[in-house]
Nanobody, 124 residues
Framework: QVQLVESGGGLVQAGDSLRLSCATSGRISSRYAVGWFRQAPGKEREFVGTINWNGNVRNYANSAKGRFTLSRDNAKNTVYLQMNRLKPEDTAVYYC?????????????????WGQGTQVTVSS
């Protein structure tokens, strides 16, 4: 059974950086895309970014472009979301999800497996 576990969240000040990790277990193949989504209090979950299986294709939401960077280490089955110049509006629970059938998508229903999320809080 595939499991995804996010880590690296925390409480930071505006302008700080955080690196989130998404570790996948239970599947031998590394040929899966990973998407990151976030959900702020009282809001719907929204797309943050996605990276394909070999890291050559990465797409970001407008809110993440220029500040967030996705990378992956397939030897460790881990995907990273580096977040720089954080803003209070980045406060949310961040989720990673795996897509074993495609190259990554902004659509939540494309992802078969989800992590439990990690809280990111940015104070002003």
């Amino acid at each position: 059974q595939v499991q995804l576990v996010e880590s690296g969240g925390g409480l930071v000040q505006a302008g700080d950086s955080l690196r989130l990790s998404c570790a996948t277990s239970g599947r031998i193949s590394s040929r899966y895309a990973v998407g990151w989504f976030r959900q702020a209090p009282g809001k719907e979950r929204e797309f943050v970014g996605t990276i394909n299986w070999n890291g050559n294709v990465r797409n970001y939401a407008n809110s993440a472009k220029g500040r967030f960077t996705l990378s992956r280490d397939n030897a460790k089955n881990t995907v990273y979301l580096q977040m720089n110049r954080l803003k209070p509006e980045d406060t949310a629970v961040y989720y990673c999800a795996a897509d074993f059938n495609g190259s990554g998508s902004q659509r939540e229903y494309e992802y078969e497996h989800w992590g439990q999320g990690t809280q990111v809080t940015v104070s002003s």
